[in-house]
């Protein structure tokens, strides 16, 4: 593979901003260069730098003046859910019975859940997302799918089998042993080929018996380096339902804890309506809250504060929550998240929205020294932002004076056009995305 000089104005973290002016949150360079050799990231810096580190016989992909970053990371989606976005009127439980149950049904059929998985991966890359902690459904098809088209493209993804087994249709309950030996087949096929990672996916209490907590027990246990990831106080009617199911538990948050399923590769969608003791746990466990402000809007449950848990030492990340997240881009979930924190008295600066889509939900998953940066020896997963994408940009941005200012103008008006272009492991994708979309667009207009 021939060495690639990616050249723009390069960004990336190196710690989590204290501010809007907290230029030494990152490493920022006018005119920049990221050489990738192997698909990975062998220098970082100037363009006079890094070319000549370079050497002979290496070939320049030029996107001045744009901006080069990290590729987005999305730490809680449900790819089964891909086509139920914008699904009219509900609240959370009403939602899932009337929308979402009926459209996982259709992952038993393993061309549906291949076709899907497919688009998915495309719509990912689309909108920058370079890596995705996603659920599949029920049925081992859709992980086998999940994973099988991540892999063609080379993308680093964590998913797992949603494990139900009650208060779902028939045609989406397991047992707790059948659960038990799927996740476990899956996870021996899967976990740690390539750049796969498995996550053990009870889908929340009220799915899930206490006879399949205690088979999620046992996996987490069997399998240390695997993830978990569920649901916890999304909605306030949810809240209640599961606690009625295990009334023994101190709160929602304690039914997890008594089934040994909060450390520090637990990730938690939503994670609303907690008292201090529960964000206490996560904080003490080091599991990690997931905010998701598209979806939390959306179904009307509830807004994020992002202050009680940093003030007690909880951590959190960001996500879209593809299908009640209503888009799969970072850039217009993170002008969510502002508006939210704003509603309550709390800044997102926009280098701490671009921190969190980058390095900080890296740093959640564990996953720092490999992507999330531009530091040498990382994997080359690099996205291209054009903040003159849009014709309302493009005239916003004649008044922009700073890096932040830009940023802000990304985060507020940006989605999927200000993507330039995206790299996964040192391949250019989204031109292959455009061009696969543009090719099946043909075959429909002559069909």
Known sequence: MNDVLIRGRV???????????????CHYVEDGAVLV???????????????????????????RPNL???????????????????SYGAQLLEWLNTYIFVEEQKFARTAHAAEVADRFMDELLSNGTTTAVAYCSVHSQSVDAYFAAAEARGMCVIGGKVMMDRNAPEQLRDTPQRSYDETKRLIAKWHGRGRARYAISPRFAITS?????????????EHPDCYVQTHLSENRDEIAFATSLYPRAKDYTDIYARYGLLNDRTFLGHCIHM????????????AVAVFCPTSNLFLGSGLFDAARFDKLGARWSVATDVGAGTSFSMLETMDEAYKVLH??????????????????????????????????GSDADIVILDARAKSAM????????????????????????????????????????RRKSALASRTLETA
């Open 68 to 86: 080069v970053l990290p590729g987005f990371i999305d730490t809680h989606l449900h790819f089964p859910q891909t086509q139920a976005i914008a």
């Open 209 to 221: 018996s206490p006879e399949q907590l205690e088979m999620s027990r046992a996996l987490v246990a």
């Open 394 to 433: 493009e005239y916003r941005m004649h008044t922009a004076t700073s890096l932040a200012e830009e940023l802000f103008i990304l985060q507020t008006m940006g989605d999927d056009r200000c993507i330039d272009e995206v790299y996964v492991s040192g391949k250019p994708m989204k031109t292959k995305v």
């Open 275 to 286: 008292s201090d003791r529960e964000v206490g746990a996560l904080a003490e466990t080091g």
């Open 343 to 376: 509603l309550q008295g709390q800044r997102l600066t926009p280098l701490n929205s671009f921190y969190r889509m980058t390095r900080g939900n890296a740093l959640a998953l564990g996953l720092e020294r490999s992507i999330g940066s531009l530091e040498a």
């Open 37 to 63: 050799r192997e698909g990975k990231i062998a220098a970082v810096g100037s363009y006079g730098e890094v070319s000549k580190a370079a050497g002979a016989g290496h070939s320049v992909a030029d996107h």
């Open 11 to 25: 960004l990336t973290f190196v710690a989590e901003p204290n501010g809007i002016d907290d230029t030494s949150s």
